[in-house]
């Protein structure tokens, strides 16, 4: 019996072996640069060490990334809803808040971390990545439907907490340019959790065919959002979840210092540090959106894409506020003119795009220049 135990054990190992091996990486990184990483973070001078610093950092943090959304969609389908979406939501909006806390309080601060990581997000996920999935969606399949019920809503609630939490801080007259006093912070960050709470009361449950596709009929089983994730014990997966954040938040502080020089070496925008970590925590995200797209399911693209932006607004900016009055740090989150102007136009131009059931090509491509015009103006406003 012990021999065929052991037997047994020993492929099983090795095939978990094989499926995690991400979380080895990253578990011997954090370990390496725990003990070595401020010596050798301090010869970033060096043109060669800095790319492999960098580049190791960036490949193990994208490397995490994807294995805590797997896992995160593995416990969604074993869950069910509610439970699913919001174990889903919380898992990558819970490492975009650590990843952001992590580099904003490294070294001497970064108060526009937050800010320009935020600004980052919805313009990658409502510009590039909305315009590519529309883009190739139109392309392959001329128009595309999806519940014109559950865009309205998502839009709903972005438009305002995006204006009340990345341009109202410039008008405020209590504190400096930017920022907010501690009851206006608080008062900010209560209001976006309640509407976020009672949106979710809204998408799982009183109007849950809100955010389900028009028609099912031309959808395979196998392309159903979760469908294609194995599955194991809801213990396993929460265990592994877990096991991948914690390496993954503490080298994205050890992320910050190549970020910083690089930044200051090449004389590149310190809005690239946000812009970076935006792509990092989104990656994951953006594949599946435009996948979902391709595969004729806009309507899981949509729920991804507006879900996703409303998330990010909607847990994140309470979430850095909170820190920034526990820890007694100052907290931009202001947009500078050229920012607010693309915010306001990106805005308005998603609110026209989801007026309408039916999507094409030429919407794509719209969206696309909105992110291309963001990434000019962010090396030259």
């Known amino acids: 019996m012990g021999s065929s135990n052991d037997a047994n054990s020993g492929p099983a190992l090795g095939a978990l072996l094989r499926r995690e091996y991400p979380l080895l990486l990253s578990m011997l990184s954090m370990l390496l640069f725990a003990n070595f990483g401020n010596v050798w973070l301090s010869s970033l001078y060096d043109p060669l060490w800095f790319a492999f610093m960098l580049g190791w950092l960036l490949t193990v943090i994208l490397m995490s990334a994807f294995a805590i959304v797997r896992h995160a969609e593995s416990l969604a389908e074993l869950l069910g809803e509610p439970f699913g979406t919001l174990v889903l939501t919380l898992s990558i909006i819970g490492v975009e808040v650590l990843m952001i806390s992590a580099v904003m309080l490294s070294g001497d601060g970064n108060p526009t971390m937050a800010r320009d990581t935020m ?13 590519l999935s529309l883009l190739v969606g139109g392309l392959k399949h001329h128009e595309q439907s999806y519940n014109l019920e559950g865009a309205r809503t998502f839009l709903a609630l972005i438009v305002p907490l995006a204006v009340l939490g990345l341009i109202l801080p410039n008008f405020t007259t209590s504190t400096s340019a930017g920022t907010l006093s501690a009851f206006q912070s608080i008062f900010l960050s209560a209001m976006s959790l309640g509407i976020y709470g009672i949106f979710l009361g809204v998408q799982t449950s009183r109007h849950s065919d809100y955010f389900t596709a028009p028609t099912e009929s031309h959808r395979r089983e196998d392309d159903l959002i979760h469908g294609h994730h194995e599955t194991r014990s809801t213990a396993y997966h929460a265990v592994f979840l877990l096991l991948y954040i914690l390496p993954m938040v ?19 925008p310190d809005v690239l540090n946000g812009f970076v970590v935006a792509l990092l925590i989104l990656a994951p995200e953006a594949m599946s959106a435009v996948k979902a797209a391709l595969n004729n399911e806009l309507q899981r693209a949509v729920n991804i894409l507006l879900g996703s932006v409303l998330a990010t607004i909607g847990l994140t900016i309470p979430a850095v506020l909170m820190i920034g009055l526990v820890t007694e740090s100052t907290i931009v989150l202001g947009l500078s003119p050229v920012n607010t102007i693309l915010l306001v136009l990106l805005l308005s131009v998603s609110t026209l795009t989801f007026s309408n059931s039916r999507t094409n090509a030429m919407l794509g491509a719209v969206h696309m220049l909105m992110f291309a015009a963001y990434l000019m103006l962010m090396f030259e406003a």
């Open 119 to 131: 600004f980052s997000v919805v313009m990658i996920l409502l510009g590039g990545i909305a315009g």
């Open 250 to 268: 503490l080298l994205a502080k050890k992320l910050a210092l190549p970020l910083e020089y690089g930044t200051d070496v090449l004389g590149a």
